[in-house]
């Protein structure tokens, strides 16, 4: 998925999202039990559990490179370590936004706008994150092994 697709997506999903808020509440506040439960501490625990896995995953992915860099005594990876970073980045800055979110979300009177707001601010959040992990997955399946065929010396591999 190319950037631009993303942030067309984010954007379009923001506004649907506040339409809906605004316009009809009760799609999105605390009377859809599906969101009642989810909008709570169950968020904190999904968005904490694919934190740990990315960042296990990253820092992996950042040492291999490092390896194939060092075998090679060349910089191959400078773009790729840059979206690795900035992808862990933002699943930490997203991390704590739903922090922030639930601890307003907690403090707001109890009315249907702001709940329908904070719920589809929690969405939004999940949907990012699932973008950030498709870029991760995609980035990573990118990356081409460079080995050197021994047919290739041999005068042709059968392919």
């Given at each position: 998925m190319t950037p631009t697709i993303a942030w067309c997506l984010i954007i379009v999903v923001s506004g649907a999202l506040l339409v809906t808020a605004l316009v009809a509440p009760g799609h999105l506040d605390d009377s859809n039990t599906f969101l009642k439960g989810?909008?709570?501490?169950?968020?904190?625990?999904?968005?904490?559990?694919?934190?740990?896995?990315?960042?296990?995953?990253?820092?992996?992915?950042?040492?291999?490179?490092?390896?194939?860099?060092?075998?090679?005594?060349?910089?191959?990876?400078?773009?790729?370590?840059?979206?690795?970073?900035?992808?862990?980045?933002?699943?930490?800055?997203?991390?704590?936004?739903?922090?922030?979110?639930?601890?307003?979300?907690?403090a707001l009177p109890v009315q249907p706008t702001y709940q329908a707001v904070t719920n589809g601010l929690a969405l939004l959040i999940v949907l990012i994150v699932i973008l950030i992990l498709v870029d991760l997955t995609q980035l990573i399946f990118a990356i081409e092994a460079i080995i050197k065929d021994k047919a290739d010396d041999q005068g042709g591999a059968d392919k």
């Open positions: 989810f909008v709570t501490h169950e968020l904190l625990g999904v968005l904490g559990v694919i934190l740990a896995i990315t960042l296990a995953s990253a820092s992996q992915i950042h040492l291999t490179l490092n390896r194939i860099e060092e075998t090679y005594q060349k910089r191959r990876f400078v773009k790729t370590r840059r979206n690795i970073k900035q992808a862990a980045t933002w699943l930490i800055v997203l991390f704590a936004c739903a922090v922030a979110l639930l601890t307003v979300k907690s």
